[in-house]
């Protein structure tokens, strides 16, 4: 299976009697996965510029600081483009209005496919069981010691008549 890739063409095209900045994004991934793709998640969103209104989460890769302005104004924009894995996968072209927004687009284009990568792990195990262990406890070392525990103080129940009743016996 090959790794997942995102590609990326830019380029000058007229348009409308104008010459503009033009980019185009197209995700190319495993055909196994692409089948499980196709069939359940074409709609998902991969971007959504409503999402990031605020801002991006902690531990997405911060943009070049003279690329900020112009990816908050692209994504303020009700023009900005939404990604889904549908149109990732068949291709997305964005005009741009100038170079600043053509890397601004691809920079979301990117935080998309970080996105996709992480759908695809999971469509990968679509059909599978997994198991969850928590990160850094050891759950077998846990279950000696409760064991070791348990054999060593024999529990014993007795049996009273709540209080204020006569014990029968």
Not at 15 to 30: F, L, S
Not at 58 to 74: D, E, I, K, Q, S
Request: glycine share 4%.
């Amino acid at each position: 299976m090959s790794a997942p890739r995102l590609l990326i063409r830019k380029a000058m095209m007229n348009i409308q009697g104008r010459v503009r900045p033009c980019i185009q994004v197209q995700a190319d991934v495993a055909p196994n996965i692409l089948a499980k793709l196709n069939e359940h998640c074409l709609q998902e969103n991969l971007f959504k510029r409503s999402s990031y209104s605020q801002g991006f989460p902690a531990g997405v890769p911060t943009p070049a600081p003279a690329l900020v302005p112009h990816l908050n104004a692209l994504i303020k924009n009700d023009a900005c483009p939404e990604i889904t894995v549908k149109t990732i996968l068949s291709g997305q072209m964005h005009q741009a209005q100038g170079m600043w927004e053509l890397l601004a687009f691809e920079y979301i284009a990117q935080r998309a496919f970080d996105s996709l990568c992480t759908l695809m792990a999971t469509v990968a195990e679509l059909g599978t069981e997994t198991v969850y262990q928590p990160l850094g406890s050891d759950l077998a070392a846990f279950a000696a010691d409760f064991a070791a525990d348990m054999a060593a103080a024999p529990v014993t129940i007795a049996i009273s008549p709540p209080e204020g009743l006569a014990n029968a016996a």
